[in-house]
């Protein structure tokens, strides 16, 4: 999971978010079994207007596996990190948004605030994790104290998966290249397997 910057919401979002955030409120107690729908917006479902501007921040990688490319086209998915079930009025606010691949928008365990975010101020990739540089992937850093551990444990079954493809592999130092630049040293990391 790749620290980012979080750009600024789409001004069409500015005076909306809430409002929308209401009426998605409104459905559910209407209707516990309610489904969400995006809202529109000149004609178009939000999703597909958020898209663009999520995946842009990270590079188009998935906000908490990495993974890259995330594909098919159909597997593009928006994760909500308060659920929008238990946090309604959060459904369409653009800081609980993230640029997600379809197996990490899985559930994997129950919503907790402790939760690692990857644009928070306070998150630093070596205290939870370490890049398996033979296998391209993200493991859980061993190093780190316990109750780090314990947090990034939490997020293992989404930071890791079991067959990174080719792409991401190949992709990977140059992902590393740019996550180091914000490091001192960070640029020597060993070359992968091709
Ligand atoms: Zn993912």
Known sequence: MRKFQRVNQPAFLVDRWEA?????????????????????????????????????????HCSFCDSFPVSPPSDDTIEHFRPKSSFPRE??????????????????????????????????????FRWDYTQGTIEINEHASVEN??????WGARASRPHPSASRRRNFPIHLNSYGKSKAGGSDHPALPT
């Open 20 to 60: 929308w955030g209401v009426d998605w409120e409104r459905r559910r107690s209407k209707n516990p079994s309610a489904k969400f729908n995006w809202p529109q917006f000149k004609g178009k479902p939000l999703n597909e207007l958020l898209l663009p501007p999520l995946k842009e921040q990270t590079q188009e």
């Open 149 to 154: 551990r314990n947090y990034s444990a939490s």
């Open 91 to 128: 459904a369409c606010r653009w800081e609980n948004l993230y640029f997600c691949c379809r197996h990490c928008q899985r559930k994997f365990e129950e919503f907790d605030e402790a939760l690692l975010r990857p644009d928070a101020d306070d998150y630093d990739f070596d205290q939870y």
